[in-house]
């Protein structure tokens, strides 16, 4: 909390800072959203057994449930959104939680609310204690799941929003079930009091268009329910009863913001050229084909990064050949002439398939992940290259292999490469030759950048490793965030030098990492002369106007020298 002002009886304006989620700025009514608290009580029961079916009943009535979410999510927010509740049902199909709560139903004679709460507890402080960012991050998962299966249990229907207007939906904090659950049409925004940027529901409302803000810290009670709010997202502000001044600046705020929008509208077709003639590419970031359609209303000149995995994530099951070969022609024949970059599984690490079944690492950012997987699992790896091989014959198509740090792991993807074309030959199979690329993300990729180029097409350089690793900040735990400087010279010059490496050598290079679409470094990478940013879709116009406005050769005169 910034500023909480009263005096004399008299209501004053309150000002809270949180952690931006999506930007934009709304004014409307507050609603508090609460749980219904479930009271869960150490009850015996005589008959275990019965209990026992009635929560295998409740769990298919939340499976059920789960299902239709995932159906709303992949509306709304895509494969990648929906995922999260595939999550969500593989854990209560789960066999450690299923033999836990019937466990302890069968050996203490209690009732499965008891049960289910008692293994809640027990799991979520089983990940919350884990070293692993993501793996603290599935304590909210457990939490949800259970409070799910509670809910059913105890009869009680899924809340909703029953305001008649839409309204600020403040809360502790959100599930990513209840995220998904929020009409649109009746939620301007929400705000929660904690929650972290890394969460599902942060994702969610990024890929939703939700302005919102975590971990603002403000009070959940009569003091905020019913009041005039106003969410400032890009700024990380929520405003509670502002005051006629406030009101009066950001109504104009929000006028301005919807004017630039509308202004950035007049830049689609322009090309992306500096006034003195310079030109870069830019291209969308997406995980699914459902995206597709938000890369070309955004003007985007082709795919920077299609990240494969999430194919695999939404699955229970490896995706076959002909599955995922559907996929890359799709996305192929709808960009046309422009390129699609399409990256290998980059599977581990904060990723995960439980049907993968790989070994329990004590650093999974440092472990078996990507490449690696792929270059230990060549089935896996073939199975993914010959389908896009194939689909790269109805389209501009580029592959792109994550997680390299040297010459041997390029020179045994040749191999596995010459291994499918040679399969697909026999077979009578058509299929294309597609540009062969890797990402540079480790500092060792960068440091010998000069020898791989030589082995390349081309490079994109994946920021959010690369800074991970640069500076040894572990990119999912929001407590070092303070440490995660993203203009740390280190970083720039890293990728000065992949940059220079790769022109050396002939061949082009691009960035398909957040950093990309940092507003405050495009015009060093233009001074730097990168080829490509890659960036969340609805950056593009806003990147584009930058370059218009850009003169790279008098931003050089003066550009900044600890850099």
């Known amino acids: 909390m910034i500023t909480q002002r009263r005096q004399a009886g008299v209501r004053k304006m309150q000002v809270y800072k949180g952690k ?19 009271q869960v009580k150490c009850e015996k029961t005589p008959d275990p057994q019965a ?52 466990s302890i139903i069968a050996s203490q004679s209690v009732t499965a609310e008891y049960a289910v709460a008692r293994t809640a507890d027990n799991f979520a402080g089983m990940f919350a204690s884990m070293e692993d960012g993501y ?82 810290g403000l009070p959940l009670d009569e003091t905020v329910d019913g009041m005039l709010g106003i969410v400032d997202g890009a700024g990380g502000m929520i405003y509670i009863d502002p005051d006629e001044e406030t009101l009066t600046g950001m109504r104009k705020a929000r006028e301005a913001e919807k004017e630039k929008i509308e202004l950035l509208q007049t830049l689609k077709g322009r090309e992306n050229v500096t006034l003195d003639g ?41 995706p076959t050949e002909e599955e995922q070969f559907r996929i890359y022609r799709t996305v192929a024949e709808t960009m046309g002439k422009k390129r699609v970059i399409i990256r290998t599984l980059d599977i581990g690490a904060d990723k995960q398939c439980d049907y993968f079944q790989m070994e329990k690492e004590e650093n999974p950012a440092l472990g078996c992940r990507a490449i690696r997987i792929c270059l230990t699992r060549p089935d896996i790896f073939k199975t ?23 010459l041997k792991e390029i020179r045994r993807i040749r191999e596995i490469v010459e291994e499918v074309k040679q399969e697909l030959d026999a077979q009578g199979m058509a299929y294309g030759n597609p540009e062969q690329g890797i990402m540079i993300e480790t500092p060792a990729a960068a440091i010998i950048s000069d020898l791989l180029a030589r082995e390349v097409d081309f490079f994109s350089i994946g920021t959010n490793d690369l800074i991970q690793y640069l500076l040894a900040v572990d990119r999912q735990n929001p407590a070092l965030d303070e440490f995660r ?54 950056r593009i116009l806003p990147l584009r106007k930058i370059i218009l406005e850009t003169d790279v050769s008098e931003y050089k005169k003066n550009r900044p020298k600890n850099w």
């Not at 896009?388 to 390299?404: C, D, K, N, Q, T």
């Open 135 to 216: 793996m603290r991050g599935r304590a909210a998962d457990v939490k949800d799941v259970s409070e799910r299966l509670l809910s059913v249990l105890q009869g009680i229907e899924e809340e909703g929003i029953r305001a008649k207007e839409p309204v600020i939906i403040v809360a502790d904090d959100l599930a990513p079930s209840e995220t998904v659950q929020l009409d649109k049409d009746r939620v301007l925004s929400f705000v929660t009091a904690h929650g972290s940027l890394n969460s599902h529901t942060a994702i969610l409302a990024r890929t939703m268009g939700i302005p919102a803000l975590v971990d603002a």
């Open 485 to 538: 400087d993203i203009h740390h010279p280190a970083i720039l010059r890293m990728i000065s030098l992949v940059v220079e490496n790769a022109h050396k050598a002939g061949i082009w290079t691009g960035i398909c990492g957040e950093l990309g679409a940092d507003p405050e470094l495009t015009r060093e990478f233009l001074a730097m002369g990168v080829d490509e940013l890659s960036v969340s879709p609805g």
């Open 51 to 102: 209990e026992i079916m009635r929560y295998r009943k409740a769990s298919e009535t939340a499976m059920e449930q789960l299902g239709r979410l995932c159906e709303k999510a992949l509306r709304e927010a895509g494969k990648s959104g929906a995922a999260i509740f595939e999550i969500h049902r593989m854990m209560l199909e789960d066999g450690d939680y299923r033999d836990s709560v019937e």
């Open 278 to 318: 310079q030109s870069i590419l830019l291209y969308a970031n997406i995980g699914n084909i459902e995206d597709l359609a938000m890369a070309l209303r955004n003007d985007a000149g082709g795919i920077g990064l299609f990240r494969s995995e999430f194919i695999y994530l939404e699955r229970d099951h490896f």
């Open 20 to 38: 931006s989620v999506f930007g934009g700025i709304v004014i409307g009514r507050i609603h508090v959203y609460g749980k219904r608290e479930k």
């Open 384 to 406: 993914q290259l010959r389908a896009l091989f194939r689909a790269s014959v109805y389209g501009e198509m580029a592959v792109m292999y994550p997680m390299i740090t040297s």
